[in-house]
């Protein structure tokens, strides 16, 4: 029982050192068909967790390195990555993912 407790706190121990540098980037274009799916979605997200997203326009040069990194290919793409800049998850498209999905990665 005891080393089982001791398992659970190092598990809970690590994820809280390594949720601290996981950066969350939303890659979307203003002025396509998705775009209020995913402002309705960025507002819900905001107002369930008082956390935000990184908002990323594929068509600026930031944007448009960030999506040559991942190999973004489709809008919406939600990007999660560690302190590193490695991406640990990815979901494209529509449906978006649920927001507990995206809180998991979100500092």
Known sequence: MCVLLAAQQLAAAKHRW???GVKTY???KDASDHARAVIDYLRDFERRTGKTLNIVD???PEGAS???TYDVVEYPTVV???NNGIMQQMWRGLP???ISEISYYVE
């Open 18 to 20: 390594y949720a601290k």
């Open 26 to 28: 939303v890659i979307y």
């Open 58 to 60: 594929p068509e600026s």
């Open 66 to 68: 960030l999506c040559r």
């Open 80 to 82: 999660a990555t560690d």
């Open 96 to 98: 978006l993912p649920t």
